[in-house]
């Protein structure tokens, strides 16, 4: 048997003591943040069945550049001062 970096092989369900069945709590946070992946997955499929994974995934990443850089998302809002910018979340 091997070892990977994790140190996780060998291990099967329920060897860190907890049954896969058992739901896991989230937390307020947690929640939110798993809206937003369910968000992201959907706007992905979109793009997917509309105009393919090349597209899907230009997109996706140009939309992490412009949050790493700081940059408007849209036209509207690059008029606006960085702190009066909307943000929205999951509804």
Avoid: C, W, Y
Avoid at 10 to 28: M, Q, R, T, V, Y
Avoid at 36 to 42: E, I, R, T, Y
Avoid at 51 to 64: R, S
């Amino acid at each position: 048997m091997t070892s990977n970096s994790i140190g996780t092989a060998g291990k099967g369900p329920g060897a860190d003591g907890f049954a896969p069945s058992d739901p896991i709590e989230l937390n307020d946070e947690d929640r939110s943040k798993d809206g937003f992946f369910v968000q992201l997955a959907g706007v992905a499929e979109a793009m997917i069945a509309e105009h393919g994974k090349d597209f899907a995934m230009g997109a996706l990443v140009l939309t992490a550049r412009f949050i790493a850089e700081g940059k408007p998302h849209t036209k509207g809002a690059a008029s606006l001062d960085p702190a009066q910018r909307p943000v929205s979340g999951p509804s």
